[in-house]
């Protein structure tokens, strides 16, 4: 907890309590910054995508990289759902934390021998591979192991997904996935690949997309490439639609695609697909399900600008500093204090260090306490501790109750396996 005394101002009802439960009470408790997150927000987001998809045969593998901590992750479990992992450390996450390996699909540009090993040991459902290399390692382990790897291609259908740059994956000159002209190669000759079943179409084009256009055009063109090799007489068992719908960060600003829109789109271009359709989803279930809690330090009124300092800085969310993201900020203070422009800062020692520039919020006093909203996703998954900050606290909210789902890292556990330098080898 930090020095600072709570501030006892009367906030406003409707923000100061989340899931039937006192934010400014749990603050108190558990300290600040800290991560809290919604379970039946996330539930909400859950049921509403799972009625959308009525009738497919779908399966929502959620993109644990989004919010990978365990309970959010068994949550997910506990849903049914899914996961899409970018890892081997995610691979063991979500076995831990009890989705089945028939429901983890691995998706990455990197994933080394030694990843894809533990993957078919685990009895992953299913590779999505992003290069004719990969391609190669994947039938070498598996017939290493005697086994056979179910392998999507990802396509890289060179769409603009109209998103951030640092965020946008599914145009030619990014890293991720292959053209359909490699893909189409690929199945040519995919009867010498006697470990690897590749009857699977796999395309995500970029993060927080707020357009339905991208995502239609991305789909056409998997649709399409689907069509042109079931005629040529392959078998697509799966075709999964990745992730990417776009969230509200800015009120009155971000206007998300309807669910219901975004699982029309997926229902008119794979009409008469009678394999199974997987889903990628990851900020959209859990970013507007959590908040980022934290204390203002102090104002510091410098020559040509007001700073609110708070005790959250860019290793607790990066978001603004890597992609100069909005998120709305709400001060938990009486709403009738007059306002005032702030750019809201962290402690850390760089001026990226930034959440807000010229923000416009009720006056601050130190102390207050100050929620910084649409932090579910990609905000710990994110943190480092920079400066030497211990990794924040989380807390999962449900119905009027809360539980700490991790605790506020101590200097100790941030230093655990550093070592002083007395075990000299040569090399
Ligand atoms: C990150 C990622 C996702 C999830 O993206 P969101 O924008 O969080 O929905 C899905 N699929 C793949 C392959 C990813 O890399």
Redesign the pocket.
Known sequence: MTATTAHTAPASADTACRDGVDLPAVARRVGTPCHVYSASAIHARIDALQTALHGLDALVCY?A??NSNVAVLQLIANAGLGA?I?SGGELWRCLYAGIPADRIVF??VGKTAEEIADALDAGVARF?VESADELQLLQHVAAARNVVANASARINPDVDALTHAK?S?GKSENKFGVSIDEARQWFASSAALTHVRLDGLHV?I???MLSLDPIRAALQRVAAFWRELTAAGHTIRSIDV????GVCYRAGHDHPVPVNDYAGAIREALAGFEGRILL?????LVAEAGVLLTRVVRIKHGRERKFLILDAAMNDLLRPSLYDAWHDIVPLVDATRPSQTYDVVGPVCETGDTFARGRELPECRAGDLVMIKATG??GASMASTYNSRPLAAEVLLDRGRYAVVRERQTFEEMVAGEQSADQWETA
């Open positions: 993109a990289k989004a899409d970018v998706s990455g999505n965020i994956t995500h970029g993060s927080q990745g992730g990417g719908l990628e989803p990851g900020r959209w996703a990609y």
